[in-house]
C-alpha cells in the first residue's frame, strides 16, 4: 500500500485506519460503497497525501504519480468498456474534492472530462444524441474554464443569455444541437481572448489540470474563511476523486438528486429529498431550476402538482429506497446521499452523514436508539453540544399580529427580525454596528459565507432545501427561509416585492425558519420548552457526566431560566451588576465619591437593602443548590458618573460643589484600569464596601431562614487574588461579618470562602493560597488576559490577524489556550496538595465551550458555569467529555 491513490474496489481501503483522513469523507465513503457492491460508478481516490506532497513540490503533480493515475485509468477503462480520449466510445470523468469532513460547495468539481472537438462527435453518436454531447462539452468548458483557467463565470453566461435574446427564447433547454455549437467556438474564443491559450484537446492534459485546480481549491479564500469559521486544520488537506461520468441528462429517463434518508429539517423517519428529470447534480444544488420531490408524501404536504419521483419513475424509486434503508443501517446514521438516473439505471455518487438541523439531530438520535440501531453513548455523542444553540432558540409569539407578507421553504429554524439587506458587504459592515440585518439574496453562492455569518437570519427568492443556503444556513445555525418565489428581489433598487407590498434596504422584517414565513416589522418571541427528545437525551447526557454545571447569573430572570434548563447552582454571580440598577446607581456614587468614612459608610448603608433583595430572589430560586457570589470586582470608576447632568446630581447628594466632584473623578482615572484598583485590591483600600455584601448576603439568609423559606447554600468568592495575605485578611473579613450577622440574629449560617484563581501568580501560587480557600474558581477571562498579557476589551482588533496567521487557530477568549491550560493544571494540583477537599470549578466564557469542557473534565474540576442559555450545552459537553476521555 502506498498511501497515494485508491481504486474504489481495492481492499487495500479497508485496512487504512482512518480512512477519511487519508481518502477525505466522500472518498472513503465511495470505497465503502464500492465494497458493498453498490452501483457506483468505477473510479479512484487521489489521497490527502499527494495534497501535502502537490503543495511541497511548488504545486506540481510528479511524473510517479501521472504515471500512477494514467495506470488507474486504464483499470476504470477496462471496467466501464469505454476509452480516455477515444473517438468511438469515449470515456468522461468527474473529478471532485473530498476533504476529511464536508465542506459543501467550498472546493471546486469538474464534469464531463474528456470532451473535445473530437471526443464530442463520438459522444454524440454513441448516445444518437447530439445536442446532449454539445451540452455536455459547452458545460465542461464552462465549468474548466473558470475553475482551471480562471475565466470568470458570467463570461460564459453573458455569451448564452445574449444568444438566447437575439434567437428569442428564455429557457437553456430551448436552445438545440447548432446552438450549443456556436456557443461552443464562442466559449473556446472567450478562453484564448481571456487566457492567451487554447483550450485544451488532450485528455490527460485536461485531468492532470483538473486535478491541480482541486487541490489549488483548497488554499482558495472561500475555503479558508470556511475552514476558519468552522475549526478545520489547513494541515488536513484534500483527497480527489476521479470518477467515470454517468449522466442524468440524457433523456427523460434520465434524472439527478439529493436524498435524505430521514427529513434533515424535523427528523421524522421519511426519506426527503428533490430531483430533475433530465439534469445534472449542479442543477439541483445551485438552485437554478426548481426541483421536484422524491415521496408522493413530501409533494402531497407542499401542494405541489409536478410529479415525484416516486410517481414518475417508481422501479427506480424502490431500489433507491432500498439502497437508503441498506446505507442507514450501514452507517447507522442519517445519510445525505447524490444519485443519478441514467437511461433509467441508478447510480450512487456519494453518501455521508447527512447535515441536519439540530431539532431533527436530536430526534434521529433518540429515535434511534428506540430503533435499537445505536446505544445510548452513542446518542449522546451524535448532537453537536454547539448546535443546541438553535434549538434553544425563541420561536415567534403566535398570540402577537403577525403580517406574512409571503413565505418560502423552513429551510433552518428559529425566529429572527433585522433589517433587510441585500449584500453580504451590508450585512458585514451593520453587523460591526452592533446592528441585526437579514440577509435577502436571489441565490447565495460560497462568495456570501462571511455575509451570511454577519447576518441573523438568511432569506432566498430561489434554490431548495438543499440550496447552498439551505444547507450552509443549517450548518451555522442561522434560521434561513430559501426558495421564496413569492418574493421578487431587485438589487440595483435595493428592494424586494411581495404581491402586496415592497421592502426597502434597511426595513425591518422578521423571518420564521421553522415554517418557512416572511413577516413585515418585529415579532416578539417566546422562550424555548425543553421537552421529549430533547429531556430524554439530556436525561442520559446527565446519567453519563462527572462534571456539575453551573450558571453564571445575577438576575432572578436569568436564574430561574438557568435551573429550567437544569443549572445545578450559580457558579459566578457578579454583584457589580447588581450596583449599575438606575435606582442605586446614585447612591452607588456617593459611596465611592465620598471622601471620608462616615460618608461611604453611610452611602453603604442605602445600597445595602436593594443587595439584600438580590439575594433573597436570587437564594430562592437557587433552593437546595450553591450559590458563588463573588464580590465587587471591576475598577471603581466605571460608575462614576459622566455627563453634567450626572455629575450635578451627584453633586447635590454629597453636598459639594461640581469642581470637586470633577476633581475626585480625575483622581480616580486609571491608565490601565484592566490592571487597577480592582478585585480584592478595593476590598483592601475599602473593606467598608465588601463588608456590606457580606452583611447583605448573610442578612438575606438569616431572613429567608427565620421566614422557613428554601434557599441556596451560599458560597463567597473573592476576586483577583494573587497573594496568601490577600486572601487572608478578605477571608477574615468574611468570617467577622458573618460572625456579627449571625449573632444579631441568634441564627447559624452555613457557607464557604473561596477565590477566582484569574492571575498567573495565584495558578503558581495556589498552594498558598488554598491554606485559606475553601474552593477555586477559574476565572479564565482574566486568566487568558493576563498569561497573554492581550487586553479582553480590545483583542477583536487583531485576533483576526492572529488567526489568519495561524498564530492562533481559535480566539483564546473562546476556546481554552494552552498555555492558560498548563496554569489552570498547576493551580489544581498544587491547590489539591494543600487542600485534599478543595472544590474546584470555571465560571469564565470557557465554561460554556465544549472543547474547554473537554479539558476541564480531564483536568479533574468539579463543576463548569456558564450563561444560562449555554446551560444544555454545556450537559451534553460534559457527557461526551466523560465518553471520550481516554481520546484527543
Ligand atoms: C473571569 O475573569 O474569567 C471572570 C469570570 O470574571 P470577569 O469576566 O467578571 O472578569
Ligand atoms: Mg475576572
Known sequence: MNNLIFNFKSKDSKKIKNPKNLL??????????????????????????VCEIFYKDKKKLNSKLTNQIKKEIKKIEKDVSKKFGDLKNPLLLSVRSGARVSMPGMMDTILNLGLNDKTVVALANKTSNGRFAKDSYRRFIQMYGNVVMGVESYNFEELIENYKLTKGVLLDTDLDEEDWDGLINDFKNVVKEKTSKDFPQDVYHQLFGAI???????????????????????????????????FGNMGNDCATGVVFTRNPSDGSNDIYGEYLINAQGEDVVAGTRTPQYITKKARKEAKVVDASMEESMPEVYHKLYKILK???????????????VESNKLWILQTRSGKRTSK???????????EKLINKNDAVLRVDPNSLDTLLHPTLDERSSIKVIANGLPASPGAVSGKVVFSSEEAERLNEMMQDTILVRVET?????????????????????????????????????SGSSEIEINYDKKVFKTSSTEIKEGETITIDGSTGRIILGTVPTIKPEISGDFSKLMSWADKIRKLKVRTNSETPLDTQTARDFGAEGIGLCRTEHMFFDEERILSVREMILSKTLDDRSNALKKILPHQKKDFMEIFKIMHGLPVTVRLLDPPLHEFLPKSDKEISEVANVVGSDKKDIESRIEELHEQNPMLGHRGC???????????????AIFEALADLKKNKQKFAFPEIMIPLVSTEAEIKIMKDLVINTARKVQKENKTKIEFLVGTMIELPRAAIKADD????????????????????????????KFLNDYIDNKIFTIDPFVSIDDGVKDLVEIAVSKGKKQNKKIKLGICGEHGGDPKSIK???????????CSPYRVPIARLAAAQAELTKNKN
Request: with cysteine; charged share 20%.
Open 326 to 340: 441498506k446505507l442507514e443501517k450501514h452507517y447507522k446514521d442519517m445519510q445525505d446521499v447524490e444519485f443519478t
Open 855 to 865: 479539558f476541564c473534565s480531564k483536568a479533574g474540576l468539579n463543576y463548569v458555569s
Open 769 to 796: 493560597i488554598a491554606k485559606h480557600a475553601e474552593f477555586f474558581s477559574f476565572g479564565t477571562n482574566d486568566l487568558t488576559q493576563t498569561t497573554f498579557g492581550i487586553s479582553r476589551d480590545d483583542s477583536g
Open 360 to 370: 431533527s439531530a436530536v430526534k434521529i438520535a433518540v429515535d434511534m436508539v428506540r
Open 445 to 481: 453562492s460560497p462568495e456570501d459565507i462571511q455575509g451570511m455569518h454577519a447576518a441573523k437570519g438568511i432569506l432566498t427568492s430561489r434554490g431548495g432545501m438543499t440550496s447552498h443556503a439551505a444547507v450552509v444556513a443549517r450548518g451555522m445555525g442561522r434560521p434561513c427561509v
Open 24 to 49: 477525505g469523507g466522500k472518498g472513503a465513503n465511495l470505497s465503502e460503497m464500492g465494497r458493498m457492491g453498490l452501483p457506483v460508478p468505477p473510479g479512484f481516490t487521489i489521497s490527502t497525501k
Open 212 to 246: 491541480s485546480a482541486v487541490f489549488l481549491s483548497w488554499e482558495s479564500k472561500r475555503a479558508k474563511v470556511y475552514r476558519k469559521l468552522n475549526q478545520i486544520p489547513s494541515e488536513w488537506g484534500t483527497a480527489v476523486n476521479v470518477q467515470s461520468m454517468v
Open 681 to 695: 485590591r478595593l476590598g483592601i483600600s475599602f473593606p467598608e464596601i465588601y463588608e456590606m455584601q457580606c452583611r
